[in-house]
């Protein structure tokens, strides 16, 4: 388990995720917007009907199309108690996917998050897009990525080498103020040109990694429910594709010593933001 927190916190946390889950999936179901448990929230259904034992968060994927239908159809129910968080609404966030968080609650990570966005306990909604196959225009989508995911963060990756950093930098300071934002939209825009070729590979465009992590093109197409929690959420059918691109022979645990919480938050609290936080401590 994590060093900070144990057992009965991870309880807690996941509990209020799977809330969180539940809301999304009737949104989703209610709007005929497909989705599937994604990464280890989908290795967590298949091989322990449910969280990774020592896993602290909920992933979710959808194809562009449903992921932009979700967006406007959050944006018009606003479901009580929840929020919706992009680079589009929370301007200071580093992510290029969105997050359901929830209120009241607090998941800091790194002390620059505090004061700039809302903090809370989330599950990731990861959109999947399509990459060219051909070797230049592959090529080209990658550089866009590097550019792209740079405009979104902000800040040089982290473990980044010198040179990165550099180069980073000087991107940075010769992209400033609306010019950053116009540029990131144009990059996107870009990226999400090949959506229209259904023959081509998904891919989700948020790490560098995930640009070598190809998914069959219709692994979207068919989806089926499958067991989480005592509960029932949509995967996609080919479930196996998925997690054999994710983690290879994904039924074999990892080291004992790898099984520990993946976010390692620094403030978690189930009952009040960050803002009330330190509205109680003044």
Known sequence: MDKKFGGD???????????????IDKICRTNRISY?????????????????????????CMKRTDYDRFLTVWKDTSPSGYLLQNKENSPAFTQSFTKI?????????YPWEAGHYHTGIFV????????PTDFLQQ????????????????????????PTRIVTAILLYLIRGKARGLLRTHLEKQLKKYNSDVSL??????TMTGLHQLFPSDMMDNLTQIGFQGRVFMC??????????LYGDYMTLPPEEERTWKHHPIILDFEHDYEELQRAGE
Do not use: M, N
Not at 12 to 18: D, R
Not at 36 to 60: E, Q
């Open 139 to 162: 090529l080209i989508y990658k550089i866009r990525t590097a550019v792209y995911l740079l405009l979104t963060r902000e800040f040089a990756p982290e473990g980044a080498s010198f």
């Open 236 to 245: 996609c059918k080919d479930w196996d594709s998925q997690l054999r691109v």
């Open 101 to 109: 968080r929830k209120e009241h609650t607090t998941f800091l990570q």
């Open 36 to 60: 599937s448990l994604y990464s280890g929230s989908l290795l967590g259904a298949v091989r322990h009907h449910g969280f990774i034992p020592w896993d602290d968060d909920i992933d979710i």
């Open 9 to 23: 916190e991870l309880q807690t946390l996941q509990s209020a995720e799977l809330e969180i889950l539940a809301v």
């Open 201 to 206: 590979p998904l891919i989700g465009f948020d």
């Open 124 to 131: 990731d909604v990861f959109p999947l897009d399509r990459i």
